[in-house]
Nanobody
Framework: QVQLVESGGGLVQPGDSLRLACAAS????????MGWFRQAPGKEREFVAC????????FTGDSVKGRFTISRDNAKNTVYLQMNSLKPEDTAVYYC????????????????WGQGTQVTVSS
């Protein structure tokens, strides 16, 4: 079993940057593909980014493409989400997730989820 803990959320202004981190427990982190999803109030959960087990493949959702970057450090059991040029519409709870299969934009591909971290973009 994998436990995931997100951190790094907060209140920022439009145009600012923020880096989220997701720390995983256990010794098998490198065997999991990782994903970031977000959910705004009243909206469905949305795919943000995902990365393969070895970090060689990464994908981002259309709404954040060119602004957000996912990366991972298997030695630290941590996956990151670098968010630049933040917009008010990026406001949401951000969740990280771990799955045994390859990097995927589908939430059902992931077996373990963190509790989420709030990101608020407002002037």
């Amino acid at each position: 079993q994998v436990q995931l803990v997100e951190s790094g959320g907060g209140l920022v202004q439009p145009g600012d940057s923020l880096r989220l981190a997701c720390a995983a427990s256990g010794r098998t982190f490198s065997t999991y593909a990782m994903g970031w999803f977000r959910q705004a109030p009243g909206k469905e959960r949305e795919f943000v980014a995902c990365i393969s087990q070895d970090g060689a493949s990464a994908f981002t959702g259309d709404s954040v493409k060119g602004r957000f970057t996912i990366s991972r450090d298997n030695a630290k059991n941590t996956v990151y989400l670098q968010m630049n040029s933040l917009k008010p519409e990026d406001t949401a709870v951000y969740y990280c997730a771990a799955g045994r299969f390859g990097a995927s934009s589908l939430s059902q591909s992931y077996d373990y989820w963190g509790q989420g971290t709030q990101v608020t973009v407002s002037s």
